[in-house]
């Protein structure tokens, strides 16, 4: 059962929107808007990405709720390690890249951009290679190969080491067949599901498709952390806990996950607030070291104020605000308020 949802004026009064700007190109854009909303347990974020409709843009929404009116659960650890982020960038931009992060035991690797060879993406992941003889390295695809391309891409990039590929193909059906062909053809690449674990049923069809290895789980697609904990409990897969493109305030929310898992074998993707050339906090959760330090983000007045996205954009999240909230599944949430 859902938590319970405050009223509808308790979120838009607390709303907050930002148009923040990004250091590279990452998901096909150059600044980052999201919503923010203040509750009684602190900050929570709703940013689901623009092309996304108000059913699943509805999770989203419950999760900043959860973040904001009802907190985390209790932590099982207090230092989260957390992989570097290489976008899509030639090889020569790569230690420019690496260089943001620190220290790091892990970098996932963006591959099969749009207007990219394997050439490029073999450059870009033999860069990292160089760069970090002794890190784990991991690739993203984000679906953008067909199973052929796929095999082919992954056979090859696998001649530097690969701890795994997070979603090769769009389908389920197809990553079960991408895994098939890899380990009949000796090659060991792990499979990791992403995009396909979008939905409370996608850990669990995943599971019995035989279709990866390990997911990767992102809180806000999926409903919260107490939601996400119940759908990898009941997945029985090894989990990697990724973000969103979040601000500072949508990785608390990813910690917390990560944080709350009984086991957590591999390093989480939650170190994108270094892909931003701002965000909404004065202390960034940012990686130290190779990890991030489990603590509370707190949205800083100045800079809301400084990032505040345009009264247009501010009234579309608004708008979308209500719409999502309306989607939100059936709980004991009070009805719509007149007027909204």
């Known amino acids: ?50 092309e996304y409709g108000d059913a699943e843009a509805s999770r989203w929404l419950a999760s900043a709720i959860e ?10 650890r207090t230092s989260i390690p957390v992989n570097a982020t290489v976008p899509a960038v030639s090889a020569d931009a790569v230690p420019e890249i690496l260089a943001r992060f620190g220290r790091v035991d892990a970098v996932k690797v963006k591959v099969a951009e749009r207007g990219q060879t394997l050439d490029d993406d073999a450059a870009r992941v033999a860069a990292v290679r160089a760069a970090l003889p002794d890190a784990a390295v991991r690739v993203d695809a984000n679906g953008g190969w067909d199973v052929p391309a796929a095999v082919e891409a992954l056979t090859r990039l696998s001649d530097v080491g690969l701890e795994y590929a997070e979603q090769p193909v769009p389908e389920i059906e197809g990553l079960a067949e991408v895994r098939r062909r890899l380990r009949a053809a000796g ?114 007045e100045g800079l809301l104020e400084q990032y505040a996205a345009p009264s247009e954009r501010r009234d579309w999240w608004l708008a979308r605000l209500r719409r999502a909230y309306a989607a939100l599944p059936a709980t004991d949430a009070p009805s719509l308020p007149a007027g909204f």
């Open 1 to 50: 059962m859902p938590l319970p949802y405050p009223p509808l004026e308790e979120l838009l009064h607390s709303a907050r929107v930002v148009a923040l700007p990004m250091r590279v190109k990452f998901r096909g854009i150059l600044e980052r808007e999201t919503l923010l909303l203040r509750g009684p347990m602190g900050w929570g974020e709703f940013g689901a990405f623009p």
């Open 187 to 300: 090659v060991s690449v792990l499979i990791a599901a992403d995009e396909s674990v979008r939905k409370e049923d996608d850990p669990l069809r995943v599971a019995r498709a035989g279709a990866a290895d390990l997911l990767v789980v992102k809180v806000a697609p999926l409903g919260g952390v107490r939601r996400a904990l119940e759908l990898v409990a009941q997945a029985r897969m090894p989990a990697v806990v990724s973000s969103a493109l979040d601000t500072s305030v949508g990785i608390r929310a990813g910690l917390a996950l990560a944080a709350a898992l009984p086991e957590l074998p591999f390093a989480c993707g939650l170190g994108t607030v270094s892909l931003l050339a701002a965000d909404v906090s004065t202390a960034p959760l940012v990686a130290d070291d190779g990890a991030i330090t489990l603590r509370d983000a707190v949205a800083d």
């Open 67 to 76: 973040a904001s009116w009802h907190g985390f659960p209790e932590p099982l």
